[in-house]
């Protein structure tokens, strides 16, 4: 990703520097959620070259453009997704050694807003399966691969066993099922 200042021919159109053929312009699109991160670069507009197979995005409005390999996207998107099939073959090869006995898991259309209350141990009964769920205390955002994770900044509750999240309304003592 090298950062270049692109040749204009006419008004915010651009040459690529390498083939000297016209850039294309692409607008942005919607902010998307991609591995569960809301990707933001999906907004910003790009000038395209498809004799090069590069890509151009303005750093802030400087007039400076930074290079991106379209083959690169692609590859980081199929890393993306091989990552999180092992993820989940890791997830199920571990399930059978646990040998935990099965409880019924309620659907979570059938649950309304409920006071939850943590006991002595910092626990509390899941609405969902009967287990114990675990009390997140609220942790300032941290950054990950250079992205707010917002997940625990607000105190919840957490079932290892159904992998249900509980969070808090507002500023009320009710506690609502929210996925991840």
């Not at 159109?13 to 991609?34: F, I, M, N, S, T």
């Not at 059978?96 to 509390?124: F, H, S």
């Not at 942790?139 to 917002?150: A, F, L, N, S, T």
Request: overall charge neutral.
């Amino acid at each position: 990703m090298a950062v270049t200042k692109l040749e204009v021919v006419w008004e915010k159109r651009y040459v690529c520097p390498h083939c000297g053929r016209k850039l294309h312009y692409v607008e942005g699109d919607a902010v998307a959620v991609v591995d569960g991160r809301v990707d933001m670069n999906r907004t910003l507009p790009k000038y395209v070259c498809t004799s090069c197979k590069v890509y151009y995005r303005e750093l802030l409005g400087s007039g400076y453009f930074e290079e991106y390999d379209m083959r690169d996207e692609v590859r980081e998107k199929m890393a993306s997704a091989a990552k999180a099939v092992q993820e989940r073959a890791a997830k199920a090869a571990a399930a059978p050694a646990a040998a935990k006995p099965q409880r019924v898991v309620k659907p979570t259309g059938d649950l309304q807003p409920m006071i939850l209350k943590r006991e002595a141990d910092g626990k509390c009964e899941c609405p969902r399966c009967g287990d114990r769920m675990d009390f997140v205390e609220g942790q300032p955002v941290r950054i990950v691969d250079g992205k707010p994770d917002m997940e625990n900044v607000m105190d919840h509750f957490h079932c290892p066993y159904c992998d249900s999240v509980f969070r808090r309304i507002a500023t009320t003592d009710f506690f609502q099922y929210s996925e991840k």
